[in-house]
């Protein structure tokens, strides 16, 4: 059975929360239909390639979606211009989001333009009434964002500042810390507690590290320079362990973004 | 109704229109967005006899109207091609073409045998790959290379013999007339120019591989010269690639000689662009006059 | 401050960025609209023995993220430049790098001999115009006749000699090495690619000539990847070119291997694009926290 | 001297008076304040290179010079969907235009978009009291434009269109014909005529001959492909005669592209 991917999507709202950062509101109904935590979607610019971006939330009401634009280079200057009314192509939703299921509480843990996609995670689970404790990491106060929306979402939200100058001093990862002491001092049931991790390698590989010293799973979502999106032209790949524990080169883009934090490889 | 079939020697096909080596995974994930049997066909992924893990990434830098790829030929090997992958490609009802690239001179004959009892169309033999170090490229650069690989492959092979070319040569008619006299049945081009993009801020090149192969719009003008060039140089079909977006880039390359085209990169912006390609392609012949797209070929006037 | 001069053997420049030839006319008309003195250099015009009105229009065709020209080196003949063009560059107080093209071997002596008594900074041989019948190209990708031309020149004048290289070929850094071994002082790289662009609707090529040079960000990528290679053949200073529209560009060619960059197409699309090039250039290297931008050539960092 | 040459110019209007033609007013003070009948701006678009167009009217006091595009590829669509307050970089003026000293009676002749630089003649004959005639071809009633416009600023007009559902039946160099013959059987004194062509090259050819024949004094506006408009790349030329009767390359952006019909080898 054959289904469209590419979607001309209309913005429908444009935000600025800060200097750093855009977020678009889009229309497709089908998107926002499909779409599932940890996925993402590839849009056009005016450059050549198409720019890959997590799935912020979604309105399956009002069928829309949102993606947090964090400008980097040409092409996110370009998307970040964008006006309500402007049309934008858009293949989506793309790849293997997070496995949510069989889990009765949720840490995120990101950093940078990380915590975009766990926002959505965030989302689902209120809608599924899973614990969801949000951990965010940000350069400083002034750079945070979406701290309101994770604070109204989730039932316990920690932020971290390399600043300074939020609730935790330092980086994700150690609000990632205290977060599991916590849950172990207070003898929580963590059999079913899952940590989901989007931002830099290093923030990443911390919390895999701390959650594996915990017992608590992990799944993490990898970034990598993608061409297709699709899976169609093996540039995006990432090293993983099989199951045999013979290397091998994933896609991020299809077989990941999100990986179980046990098979990737560093 | 225009003819879209062409004929590439023994070889019939649904239309001009097939997807290039590398560029459309191993079809399972394509098959989810588009009908398949709507293409003229497929070249496989690049498979080599053992199987490759291919380079580190990133595999691919961004450039003007382009792209680099340094995949590296990651494979799962031929022979897991050839249980696992072809027979569902040949379901697909288009014509499916094996693209084989060797390290050591006798790997393309090894291949070739193993494909000689499979109902693949036709083989191309990818002597132009720039991102794996030694064979491949060096093959492709060396007229005398080219005419020795051709030939052992054709003593044990009854297929169709394409011989792909690199566009990193001085002279690719010489490349082409080597591949035809040795008994290639079509010559395919051109593979990746090989280029080099560095992040000036780490003085790193994007990709791990450091070089990699350009494709995309910004060859096209190349593409479309060379394919010109050996069209005049050969007597067998030529089949023309680079750079090609939409139909009508595809009737610039058929003009210039082109019997059919590979798309390559186009896919990798619009997963669905061969089919859009082959419909604007049909519908642009269809306002020439022409009965059939295959007599756009060679249809160059020079000044 | 950064000290943004360089050295190419012995001639030293204000700063990297030379107008490339054929890009920046006989400097009449740009000189209205720039202050020439702060240029690091102007390669002239190619300049042939004879006056040549070079080929008929169209000579340019558009293409993704670049062009063809196919001007074939109209120009009034050398004799007529010493006389009537070269006293004025000379007042500009950049370097004036006199861009030689011969048709014949001899005439590349030739015309080095009516420059040795001018005050021209430098002589640039052009073995690489792809827009003339015969010559040029042809010399510029054989080894040889690179030898050849490039002795016979050096034993006729004094002036720095630069060659300018081809990127039509298998291998760019053994015609470098063959300047080299000739005697040249500087390598500059690359010309432009050979491209064909077909008006699908008449069927003819856009350009009169049929075929042309392909220039502009398009081909960035392939020459930055040649000046590396270049930069690790020989031990000369390697002039950079290829599709360099801003500072960031520049840099780019730099760290690949280059002591100092041409700029040609980008003047076409910008007339003042080589001020806006030293500007970026300039305070992208102060950001580095070098001391002069002679520091970023060759700074590559490879996987 | 040193004069800058790039502009980033302002939309200020955008009319669209048919189907194929759009009418931008751009703000440059500098450039409405240089231009003459005859030069031409060169335009940034989505393409790579600049696009060519011929000036079509400016209004010093406002600041503002006018251009008429006509869609045929990229460069001209993307264009012509310019909107008030888009900014656009634009080199100009550019080139020779027409040598209009001198003369008391300027016919102008156009085809297509060839009438667009004429209108600026005719603007400036208003100006200078000289006597201004526009004869103006097109395909058809529904393709023309400007007819009002010149209407209202030449002393008289004639349009022809090859529908034959205009004025005149058939193309404009019919047209002339009739005015030449007009100005000859009223026995005017034409040694200070002048007629300035530009349209279609077949068009101009005929004009430069009806011109000859009546010993009137022709300029021509040649058309030719162009990479930099300021005469610095010689990809633009076409061949003229020499005082001396030799044929030589002329680049039409600079030397052009305005010629005296004399020098032009068609
Ligand atoms: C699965 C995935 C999800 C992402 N989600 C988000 C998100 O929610 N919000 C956000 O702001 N950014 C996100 N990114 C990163 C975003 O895609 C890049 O910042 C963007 O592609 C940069 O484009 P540019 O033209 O501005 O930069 P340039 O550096 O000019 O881009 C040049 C090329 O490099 C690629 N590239 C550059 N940086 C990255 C990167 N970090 N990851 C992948 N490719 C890159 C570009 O796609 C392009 O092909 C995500 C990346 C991936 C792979
Ligand atoms: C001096 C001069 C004045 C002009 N004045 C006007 C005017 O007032 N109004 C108007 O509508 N058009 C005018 N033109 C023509 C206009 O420049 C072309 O129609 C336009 O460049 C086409 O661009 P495109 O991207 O739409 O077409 P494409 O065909 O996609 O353009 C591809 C390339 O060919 C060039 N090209 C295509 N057609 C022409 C042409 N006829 N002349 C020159 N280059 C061409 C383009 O500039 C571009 O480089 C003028 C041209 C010149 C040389
Ligand atoms: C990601 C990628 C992978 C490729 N892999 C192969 C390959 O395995 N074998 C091969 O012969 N060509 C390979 N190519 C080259 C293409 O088949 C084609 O020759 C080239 O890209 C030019 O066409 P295009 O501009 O339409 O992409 C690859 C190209 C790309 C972009
Ligand atoms: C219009 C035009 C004319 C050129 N004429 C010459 C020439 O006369 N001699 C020469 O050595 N190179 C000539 N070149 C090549 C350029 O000097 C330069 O090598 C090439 O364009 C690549 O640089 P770019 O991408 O910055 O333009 C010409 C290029 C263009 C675009
Ligand atoms: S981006 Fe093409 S396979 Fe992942
Ligand atoms: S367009 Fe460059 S000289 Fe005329």
């Known amino acids: 059975m054959v289904h469209q991917i590419d979607y001309s999507c209309q913005v429908i709202r444009r935000q600025q929360p800060n200097r750093s950062y855009v977020i678009l509101t889009l229309e497709s109904p089908e998107i926002a239909a499909m779409a599932m935590p940890g996925q993402f979607v590839d849009v056009s610019s005016d450059q050549f390639l198409r720019r890959p971006f997590g799935i912020m939330s979604v309105d399956r009401e009002q069928g829309t979606f949102a993606i947090g634009i964090r400008v980097m280079g040409q092409g996110t200057l370009y998307l970040s211009r964008l006006q309500p009314g402007d049309k934008v192509s858009i293949l989506g939703p793309l790849g293997h989001g997070f496995c949510l299921e069989g889990y009765d509480r949720i840490i995120t843990v990101g950093g940078g333009t990380g915590v975009f996609p766990l926002f959505f995670v965030q989302q689902f689970c209120r809608e599924q009434n899973i614990e969801g404790i949000a951990v965010c990491g940000y350069r400083s106060a002034e750079e945070s ?6 604070t109204q979402t989730a039932c316990a939200v920690s932020f971290a500042s390399d600043a300074g100058d939020m609730t935790v001093a330092g980086h994700a990862g150690i609000a990632l810390q205290a977060v599991i002491d916590d849950l172990i001092e207070t003898n929580s049931d963590i059999s079913r507690t899952l940590i989901c991790a989007c931002g830099p390698k290093l923030m990443m590989k911390t919390a895999a590290r701390l959650a594996k010293q915990a017992g608590i799973s992990c799944q993490v979502s990898l970034e990598e320079r993608m061409a297709c999106g699709v899976g169609i032209c093996l540039v995006c790949v990432c090293k993983t362990k099989k199951d045999d524990g013979t290397v091998e080169h994933s896609r991020c883009c299809v077989d990941g973004p999100v990986f179980d934090a046990e098979v990737v490889i560093w | 109704m225009v003819d879209m079939t062409v004929q590439i020697g023994s070889l019939k096909l649904n239309n001009p229109v097939i997807a290039a080596s590398g560029t459309f995974g191993f079809e399972r994930e394509i098959e989810q967005y588009m009908d398949l049997s709507k293409l003229g066909g497929i070249s496989s992924k690049g498979l080599t006899i053992k199987p490759r893990s291919g ?54 004959g090894e291949m ?120 005049n140089a050969v007597s067998i079909p030529v089949i023309g690639m680079g750079g090609i977006m939409t139909g009508r880039d595809a009737a610039e390359m058929m003009i210039a000689g082109a019997s059919a085209v590979q798309v390559g990169t186009a896919n990798l912006v619009k997963p669905t662009a061969c089919i859009d390609i082959i419909r604007e392609l049909e519908s642009w012949t269809a306002n020439t006059g022409a009965a059939g797209v295959s007599e756009i070929t060679g249809t160059i006037v020079k000044w």
């Open chain 2, 55 to 108: 380079n580190d990434a990133p595999r691919v830098a961004e450039c003007p109207q382009g792209m680099l790829n340094s995949v590296g030929l990651q494979n799962p090997g031929i022979e897991y091609f050839i249980e696992n992958e072809l027979p569902h490609m040949l379901t697909y009802g288009c014509a499916v073409i094996a693209n084989i690239a060797g390290h050591e001179f006798e790997e393309y």
């Open chain 1, 145 to 150: 964002i979406l701290t309101e929306e994770f």
């Open chain 2, 112 to 231: 070739a045998k193993l494909l000689e009892d499979t109902a693949v169309d036709a083989i191309e033999l990818n002597l132009s790959c720039p991102n794996v170090s030694g064979g491949c490229m060096a093959f492709g650069s060396d007229a005398y290379m080219i005419r020795s690989v051709v030939s052992s492959v054709k003593k044990v092979s009854s297929k169709p013999l394409w011989v792909k070319l690199t566009p990193n040569v001085t002279s690719i008619s010489e490349m082409a007339i080597a591949a035809e006299e040795a008994g290639a049945d079509a010559v395919s081009l051109i593979n990746t120019l090989l280029g080099l993009v560095i992040d000036i801020d780490s003085r790193r090149p994007i990709m791990k591989n450091n070089t990699g192969g350009l494709s995309g719009p910004a060859v096209r003008p190349v593409a479309v010269r060379m394919v010109n060039e050996v069209y």
